[in-house]
């Protein structure tokens, strides 16, 4: 039965065509889908006619039948696809290789092209090596055309070549945040077949935090840059078809509690409940009184609770939004017409939806937090937040103090003999202090996450703006730093007045970018950087963003806290972690008396008043006029005219080998025979641990790579700046500091041990001796095995390492995927077993037997040094039909090549 049908929708004096519900509501009661599901069904049924939806697909979504749990896949194809540089460079580095190779094979380059829009936003590159001054913006933004001139180069190429793809030049902002501010349309129109259609707008972006867009009421989530570049080339997002989890929400947040404050609870309780791979709607009374802004605050973090999205209605809030953003007045009515026409609209009399499971917060509740010291899930409730962060660095330094007592002695040194006197004392621009564990030497206000959010950013002008005239400054050892998701950001703070008290606590206008929140924080100060490690302190930072794992913000910190811009001025203010700022003063007044944060913390009617005041539709159509109209620098890059890429001598930018020896049709799948581990890890293993990232080492095996090229330390940028060069990107795979690999115990970063050598190398050298001997290597894991930000290169990288199958106990879902995408294995054991329940030391061979069309498990065998084998199933996680054509064929880029060419 087909149930493709259309309907007409009129608004003012123009008529749009949209797929008609009629016909499947007379089977189903759409009532009771949750409003994501809606749209998944909207998708499905107009694109019924492609060879990837039949009616089945349909019956089941429109049915919602909570009690079915049969891993039945639908494909998803989004309106558009969102790209961020870091991400997105791998991406248009990939589309022109495939050009190459279509042209080699005999096809016309010129059809690699976006099928869908896309656009991307340059947002990751900026680093915060100048802070606290007046011309720190100007130097940065120098820096960064600098350092990444090639890069662009290669994006603006991409932009003149390719159909679909618009790029925002570099200091506009961060990609969610332009996103959810200009970007997002609601309702999306296209014109089709002589028809001016219109649909929910959808998306899928190159980074995690895609999901923000969800607090507008738009379906849209993070995956791989491999999976990504298929949607732009037409393939559908195959999944499983989702569970979803209501997530209610009653009362109101107390006054004092931020936004903030509301999410990491949030991001607490679903992380505890177990929400990954599933999708969380936000409903109930509470939701009215939380803005676009409150709402994608908490939409941003879906992957720190571990959700494919987290998604809000489209209601009357939305269209206040796009209102205040300066959205033209006969769109945000084709919006609102559109909505209530398919039944996506929300006000007080909708029904509620019914959900696989329901959870609740009173917002009452919530109260002021922090996240840390490693997780963005490990809420504090702020008044307990130094006593926990004494105990955590008290649990450390035993670890720690014993680990190197036993490493001196094994190397034969005398314990009488250690002095135990560390040098702490700093002489920074003239003050002279004594540096202390728990010293806060980063306070950033930075991300996507709360930058969008001007209640929070005008909450954290007023305390400075208190602060300050009650004479207090930042202690002289914090780097602070603001870099905004928007230029609307500094704009409205300016006309607030609030822009020279933040710039008098160091809190400059640093860039529009990430910053921080990706480990762009740049160096510390070298005095202290020295101090740090020269007395071996473990010192924190405090940032607006999402993210605080390992080894991510910076190598010298060790203890990392999410916090609401508000509190990170308050930290900055205070210097130290172990100040307790509910109970003890952040600093002395001019008139010598304690100032303590309920002496600086405004008023719910101060920020909104500030916000009625100064934040207007004409700011952000001023600010949004010229988006995509860069400097003066960029306007002058020089780029090629060529539709294939001419690919020049560069560091940044290197032709991938990925289909270098592809030919027109696939090899045939074998068994992945007598395989060599090159890393085995525990738990919880981030993309930031797999996954290049942050500083490029001078003694790394990238860091010896760029040497040998003439490049010199001081040029080398981040690893997130060179993703378009697999040659670096490979190097830095599993280099992460953090990084603890079983196989080279006592160690941190890229160290394994090669085998049946025995000999301690990088990872990276002990890949390249099993490719020259013709060894597949393999990875074992624990539980959430890939857990973290959507990166391409966690897969990638691997890849080009000769891993040929992972085995963990379970995956995160985007890494899952890329590892299919880049014809990767993923095996999970079965339940109850792991490496260790198995005794897998990991110095064994291992042969895992070939793979099947809709086979669900396998048998590994493991060959021990004295050829004893034993056998084991574990199950294999190519969870739908797409996946294992993608497979198959190598990787989902040989398949959209190969489709390509047989059109």
């Known amino acids: 039965m087909k149930y493709r049908q259309t309907t007409e929708i009129k608004v003012a004096d123009k008529a749009y065509t949209a797929v008609s519900f009629e016909k499947i509501s007379e089977k189903y009661d759409l009532d009771r889908l949750p409003f994501c599901i809606k749209i998944l069904l909207e998708n499905l049924i107009r694109h019924e006619d492609e060879d990837f939806v039949t009616s089945e697909d349909i019956e089941l979504v429109a049915k919602w039948d909570t009690q079915d749990d049969s891993q039945h896949e639908v ?238 209605p489209v209601d009357s809030v939305a269209l206040d939004y796009l209102r205040l953003t300066g959205r033209d007045e006969s769109h945000i009515a084709l919006v609102e017409t559109y909505a209530k026409a398919a039944g996506l609209w929300h006000d007080d009399h909708s029904k509620d939806a019914v959900y696989h499971e329901t959870l609740t917060l009173d917002l009452s509740e919530v109260v002021p937090s922090l996240a840390g010291p490693k997780r963005p899930q490990d809420r504090i409730a702020l008044d307990e937040a130094a006593q926990a962060f004494t105990s955590w660095y008290q649990s450390q330094i035993d670890v720690k ?137 473990t010192v924190t930072s405090v940032l607006s963003g999402n993210r605080n794992f390992e080894g991510r913000i910076h190598p010298d910190v060790a203890a990392n806290y999410l916090a609401s811009p508000p509190l990170v001025v308050a930290y900055a203010l205070a210097g130290n972690m172990r100040v307790d700022i509910t109970r003890e003063p952040l600093g002395t007044s001019k008139e010598g008396k304690p100032v303590y944060l309920r002496d600086l913390w405004p008023t719910e009617e101060e920020i909104q008043s500030l916000i009625n005041s100064h934040v207007s539709a004409d700011l952000f159509k001023e600010k949004y006029a010229d988006v995509f109209k860069g400097n003066d620098i960029w306007n002058n890059l020089k780029v090629s005219k060529t539709s294939v890429y001419d690919w020049p001598d560069s560091t940044y930018i290197k032709q991938p080998p990925f289909f270098a020896n592809m030919e027109q049709k696939p090899a045939a799948l074998t068994q992945i025979e007598g395989a060599r581990c090159l890393v085995k890890v525990g738990d919880s293993i981030t993309t930031d641990h797999i996954s290049p990232a942050g500083a490029i080492a001078p003694d790394s095996p990238a860091g010896e790579y760029l040497q040998e090229q003439g490049v010199t330390p001081k040029d080398f940028n981040s690893y997130g700046s060179r993703r378009g060069n697999h040659e670096v990107m490979m190097r830095g795979t599993f280099a992460n500091v953090r990084l603890k690999n079983q196989l080279a115990p006592g160690t941190t970063g890229s160290a394994t041990t090669h085998f049946p050598s025995g000999d301690q190398m990088s990872i990276f050298h002990a890949a390249m001796r099993y490719q020259d001997d013709k060894v597949p290597a393999i990875v074992i894991g624990g539980k959430e095995y890939g857990t973290g930000s959507s990166r391409d290169w966690a897969a990638k990288g691997p890849s080009l390492l000769g891993v040929k199958a992972v085995l963990a106990e379970s995956y995160e879902r985007i890494h899952r995927s890329n590892l299919i995408g880049m014809g990767i294995l993923p095996l999970q054991f079965k339940p109850n077993e792991s490496a260790q329940s198995l005794s897998l030391r990991g110095d064994e061979m291992f042969t895992i037997e070939g793979v099947t069309k809709g086979q669900k498990e396998v048998t590994v065998t493991v060959t021990n040094d004295a050829g004893e084998n034993r056998t084991f199933k574990m199950d294999v996680r190519i969870d739908t039909a797409n996946e294992f054509t993608y497979f198959e064929h190598g990787g989902i880029l040989h398949y959209v090549i190969r489709d390509y060419l047989n059109k």
């Not at 001196?408 to 702490?424: C, N, R």
Request: with cysteine; net charge negative.
């Open 401 to 537: 103090v014993l680990e190197e007592e036993a490493k001196f002695v094994a190397e034969g040194g005398d314990m009488a003999e250690v002095d135990e006197e560390q040098d702490s004392y700093v002489d920074f621009n003239g003050e002279k202090f004594n540096l202390d564990d728990g010293a806060i030497v980063i306070a950033a206000i930075t991300s996507c996450t709360n930058t969008s959010n001007p209640s929070v950013l005008m909450g954290a002008g007023l305390v400075a703006k208190k602060a300050v005239e009650l004479g207090l400054t930042r202690k002289p050892w914090v780097k602070t730093s603001l870099a905004p998701g928007s230029q609307v950001v500094t704009q409205y703070l300016e006309n607030a007045g609030l822009m020279e008290p933040l710039e008098k606590l160091g809190f400059n206008l640093v860039g529009y970018g990430c910053t921080t929140c990706i480990g762009n924080s740049g160096p510390l100060p070298e005095t202290i950087s020295r101090a740090i490690r020269k007395a071996k302190l």
């Open 75 to 312: 494909a998803f194809v989004p309106a558009r696809v969102i790209l961020q540089d870091f991400t997105g460079v791998p991406a248009i580095v990939d589309l022109a290789a495939m050009r190459d190779a279509v042209s080699r094979l005999g096809g016309q380059a010129e059809t690699i092209n976006p099928l869908n829009p896309v656009e991307l936003v340059i947002d990751h590159s900026v680093m915060v090596d100048y802070f606290a001054s007046e011309d720190a913006f100007k130097k940065n933004t120098d820096i960064e055309i600098e350092r990444n001139q090639e890069r662009y180069q290669f994006l603006k190429w991409g932009q003149s070549s390719f159909d679909n793809f618009k790029v925002v030049p570099p200091g506009r902002g961060i990609v969610h945040q332009v996103n959810l501010e200009y970007l997002a349309r609601c309702a999306f129109t296209l014109e089709k077949d002589g028809k001016q259609w219109v649909y929910p707008d959808t998306l899928v972006g190159t980074d995690s935090h895609t999901t923000m867009i969800n607090g507008l009421g738009v379906l849209g989530w993070g995956v791989g840059g491999i999976e990504a570049e298929a949607a732009m080339l037409g393939q559908p997002v195959t999944m499983v078809r989702p569970s979803v989890v209501g997530f209610k929400l009653d009362g109101k947040l107390n006054p004092g509690v931020t936004a903030t404050d509301m999410v990491l609870t949030i991001t607490e309780q679903l992380r505890a409940h177990g929400v990954v791979g599933k999708f969380v709607e936000f409903y109930g009374p509470g939701i009215k009184h939380l803005t676009t802004a409150d709402r994608a605050t908490i939409a941003n973090m879906a992957p720190e609770y571990g959700a494919t999205c987290g998604i809000f």
